[in-house]
């Protein structure tokens, strides 16, 4: 199992049934595909799809639908399209539970940036700074660092998408929580120690008796 798709099992557990969702582009389109099973929830593409199913098998993908970043995917039965107006009304007016967002950097009060390094063209924020206020809960799902470089940091450097939105990170080696004091990690993937997730961490940890070890 790589990275991304342990990452993207581990989210999964957090969605509860009932549940509207958004996934981000790329790692975060990869939740669809690993919701628990007994638990019903609802995809909400940005650009216009009410009940999104997981990714389209090879040879039956449908050249129109497809997800917020151009992949292939199916519909469940009941399934609606509209225009992107409507879907950024849901979004706006608070009728999203769970956003599930990738980011370039996430810090210890919350703060995601997530559309930009400075000093490269970028096409612009796009939906994600709507997503991360209109949602009623953040996830951001992401690899740890990126070439040996901190992700999860005392403060963001980079650009920001929102101020304090952010509540819970997992990665591939955990799971943790923003709360006021700071960064809580609640959770550690199989083969890491505490101090492996710190070395790879800017931002202090917070380190709690109790951790949980992950199992997929």
């Not at 995917?73 to 509209?82: E, R, W």
């Not at 206020?133 to 953040?138: F, P």
């Not at 609640?186 to 890491?192: L, P």
């Amino acid at each position: 199992m790589d990275n991304k798709e342990f990452i993207a099992r581990r989210v999964a557990r957090e969605l509860k049934d009932g549940d509207v969702v958004n996934l981000g582009i790329g790692l975060p389109t990869l939740v669809a595909n690993y919701v628990p099973d007994g638990v019903s929830i609802t995809l909400q593409a940005e650009h216009g799809i009410l009940g999104a199913g997981g990714a389209a098998k090879p040879g039956e993908e449908d050249s129109e639908i497809i997800n917020a970043g151009g992949f292939h995917i199916t519909v469940l039965p009941g399934a609606s399209f509209f225009d992107s107006a409507t879907s950024f009304g849901i979004i706006r007016g608070g009728h999203v539970d769970v956003t599930i967002l990738g980011a370039l950097q996430v810090d210890a009060r919350g703060n995601i940036a997530n559309w930009m390094v400075p000093g490269k063209r970028v096409p612009g924020m796009g939906g994600a700074m709507d997503l991360v206020v209109g949602a009623k809960e953040v996830i951001v799902a992401m690899e740890h660092t990126v070439k040996g470089s901190h992700k999860i940091m005392k403060e963001c450097s980079y650009p920001l998408t929102a101020v304090g939105v952010v509540k819970k990170i997992i990665t591939e080696m955990g799971v943790m929580d923003i709360t006021k004091d700071g960064i809580v990690l609640t959770e550690i993937a199989r083969g890491f120690t505490v101090e492996d997730v710190q070395s790879a961490t800017d931002a202090t940890l917070i380190i709690p008796d109790n951790i949980i070890i992950i199992e997929i």
